[in-house]
């Protein structure tokens, strides 16, 4: 008896192309396995022969197979129309079954994964009978009504592991290894597949100019149902060093090319798509994530100066919380997106320099030459304005933009009666210091990537707040159905790729004045409030200790203490905490350690957040979360997720904008002035879309 095989299944509805797919994929796993594969045609009993087919299945193929034992069983005679002679299947380290109903019910239990390949109807039929039409075409109706019957009863499709959409353009195979390795029970067969892609190199090209960065985002990524882009829209020049380093690098990628793939998380399920495979596994967030970045698998050129060498980018949502100490509430938007980029554009403004960034495949070369055909054109005279201003060129041709009418989720008065409660909190002992948010939301005939005639374009929307509003860590994501633009001036926390550890909060903030004088008073306030002083102090005290649970013992230190930094619209307190990852330690897992990120909790953080949800009564969402790039060399650079406009498609032509607010609340705080702080936290966005915020 041999070791028991992983059994993988390839289900669809008749046409959907499983059978070549199947002998495709066994041809790829073939180069690293052993490969045994089973058609479910040659053992249904006849036309009507559905559901006697899938029980012979189960029971005289599937069954000995889990135990590691050859499969006898009586195959049938289309031509006879009755049994046919006994066949064996002998067990090997990887089995194929394919065939309508390999992943029913009763197979479930012996099976490893299951595939479920689709495709339209009509392209189905012209498949199935291109292939046997002769034979098949008088029985098609009769074979359709048994499939609906038997999936009316069965949903495979809701249960499947895997979901490729077939369109029989040969990408199938390679994207649906890619989804397979990420399920728990396959991933350990497919380790020679694993290793390959981890030995891919990386192809890097300086070219000495700096394109306008909008242009060249829109025209390489602009088509793309996801794209990132990290986007340092400080001008470095003039800044303090500290600020200067934050505002240097600016990363322009999406998920296409041969490597390329989308992740949405949302309460423990996880699905990764690639190319038209989507893979669905269930288990903590931090957890996979673990398991695709941390260790080192791809090394910079030497004179190469950014911490990012591809990887995923993206963002984590503030409900990820659940798995690290705080409750489990659901959210309207996924929990997490990212994509893995397999090819980037990095920008270096000290430098003035651009560095198209590509793994070594087949598909390197075409995109590598039109990257750099892109950079000319966006580095050409008259082609746009670099830096913070964005691009000429493209807000020349931007329509009027909407001004839409933000209603409060918490009036002035109720805001107010919730800074109370949170003040009650810190007299009884149960907390410190609560960072209490609001919501403000609209609606819009846009969809993210579409404009309604009277709607709000995302990408136009956020060209107009980076060039009012320019950040260090500024940046714009687009998943299909899902717009993100932030401004945010915020580092959560960055992991370089030899371990080093920062985090960099905010806490104590005030607007700016178009009076120097005035503008200056306020800065002197603010960099003298004994209130914004020990509200940031507490938060530092906080990430102190979610650094050293995964740092070396010793090398936690605060390096700047409450610095005044001023940003177009604010002065804000901030301050610096640096530490040294442990080696071996879990990087994922350190990222967890800290998030959500302290100064948009509160302390202490757990006791604090369970507070938060029973005042705010609402999910979070993008905001408070996190936005950035976990790096394949093992690096990871992570900002707030403030100063945000979510554009989220509702589904019917319209969409729903909502932009977080809030400010931290200690046992001195003034209701009024919290409620002053998150208005003037709001107006750099709102003033961008040409509107207040909302009265009440």
């Not at 479920?116 to 009769?142: H, I, K, M, N, V």
């Not at 069965?154 to 077939?166: S, T």
């Not at 989804?179 to 350990?188: F, I, R, S």
């Amino acid at each position: 008896m041999s070791p028991a095989p992983v059994i993988i299944a390839i289900d669809g509805r008749s046409g959907s192309g499983k059978t070549t797919l199947a002998i495709e994929l066994a041809a790829r796993l073939r180069e690293h396995h052993k490969v045994s594969l089973f058609h479910l045609e040659d053992i249904y009993p006849g036309w009507n022969g559905l559901a006697a087919g899938i029980e012979r299945y189960v029971t005289t193929v599937l069954s000995p197979l889990r135990r590691g034992e050859a499969a006898e069983w009586v195959s049938w005679d289309w031509e006879r129309h009755y049994d046919g002679e006994v066949r064996t299947t002998r067990p090997a380290e990887i089995v194929l079954v394919e065939g309508v109903g390999a992943g029913a019910a009763a197979a479930r239990p012996l099976l490893d994964a299951v595939i479920w390949a689709d495709s339209s109807d009509s392209d189905r039929r012209a498949r199935a009978l291109a292939r046997d039409g002769e034979t098949y075409e008088p029985f098609w109706d009769q074979w359709s009504a048994q499939e609906d019957q038997w999936l009316a009863a069965d949903d495979v499709p809701a249960r499947a592991d895997v979901h490729v959409l077939n369109r029989a353009d040969g990408a199938a195979p390679d994207d649906v290894l890619q989804a397979l390795q990420y399920l728990p029970a396959v991933a350990p067969a497919l380790l020679p597949e694993l290793a390959i892609r981890r030995a891919l190199q990386l192809r890097a090209e300086r070219i000495d100019t700096e394109p306008d960065a909008a242009q060249l985002f829109d025209a390489l990524f602009g088509g793309s149902a996801n794209a990132v882009w990290l986007d340092s829209s400080l001008d470095p020049a003039g800044l303090a060093p500290e600020a200067a380093e934050r505002s240097r690098f600016s990363i322009l990628a999406d998920d296409g090319g041969r490597f390329g793939q989308a992740v949405r998380h949302s309460s423990g399920l996880t699905r990764v798509s690639a190319g038209q495979a989507t893979a669905t596994t269930d288990g903590p967030f931090f957890r996979w994530l673990d398991g695709v970045w941390g260790r080192r698998a791809l090394r910079a050129p030497e004179d190469y100066p950014c911490g990012f060498t591809l990887g995923w980018l993206g963002y984590l949502g503030y409900e990820l919380k659940r798995e690290t100490g705080g409750t489990d509430v659901a959210s309207p938007t996924p929990d997490a997106c990212l994509i893995f980029a397999g090819r980037a554009v990095v920008l270096d403004h000290a430098e003035g320099t651009a560095w198209l960034l590509a793994l070594d495949t087949p598909d390197a070369v075409d995109w590598l030459t039109t990257a750099r055909g892109a950079v000319a054109a966006a580095a050409a005279p008259g082609s746009g304005v670099s830096g913070s201003g964005g691009s000429a060129a493209l807000r020349s041709t931007v329509p009027q933009l909407a001004s839409p009418q933000f209603t409060a989720r918490d009036a002035e008065a109720g805001y107010k009666a919730k800074v109370a409660e949170a003040q009650r909190e810190i007299a009884e002992g149960n907390t410190y210091e609560v960072c209490l948010t609001t919501a403000l939301t609209a609606a819009t005939s846009a969809v993210p990537h579409r404009v309604g005639p009277d709607g709000l374009d995302p990408w136009q929307t956020y060209l107009e707040l980076r060039r009012r509003n320019p950040a260090p860590f500024a940046s714009y994501l687009r998943f299909d159905g899902l717009a993100v633009a932030s401004t945010s001036p915020e580092r959560f926390l960055q992991i370089a790729a030899d371990g080093r550890m920062r985090a960099e909060p905010i806490k104590g903030t005030r607007g700016r004045d178009a009076d120097p004088g005035a503008d200056a008073a306020l800065r002197q306030e603010l960099e003298t409030s004994a209130k914004d002083r020990a509200e940031n102090i507490m938060i530092v005290d906080l990430l102190r200790n979610d650094l050293s649970h995964f740092a070396v013992p010793g090398s936690v230190a605060v390096s700047r203490l409450c610095a005044i930094e001023s940003y177009a619209t604010v002065h804000q307190m901030v301050s610096t905490i640096d530490a040294q990852l442990r080696p071996g330690m879990p990087r994922a897992e350190a990222v967890a350690a800290c998030f959500p990120a302290g100064s948009m909790t509160g302390a202490p953080k757990v006791s604090t957040m369970a507070i938060l949800d029973r005042l705010e009564a609402a999910p979070r969402g993008v905001y408070s979360g996190a936005i950035g790039y976990f790096s394949l060399n093992g690096a990871a650079d992570l900002a707030v997720a403030i100063r945000t406009l979510v554009v989220r498609a509702l589904g019917d032509g319209t969409a729903e904008l909502s932009l977080g607010v809030g400010g931290a609340v200690t046992a001195d705080s003034s209701p009024q002035e919290e409620y002053e702080e998150i208005r003037t936290k709001a107006f750099g966005i709102l003033s961008a879309l040409g509107t207040e915020f909302p009265r009440g």
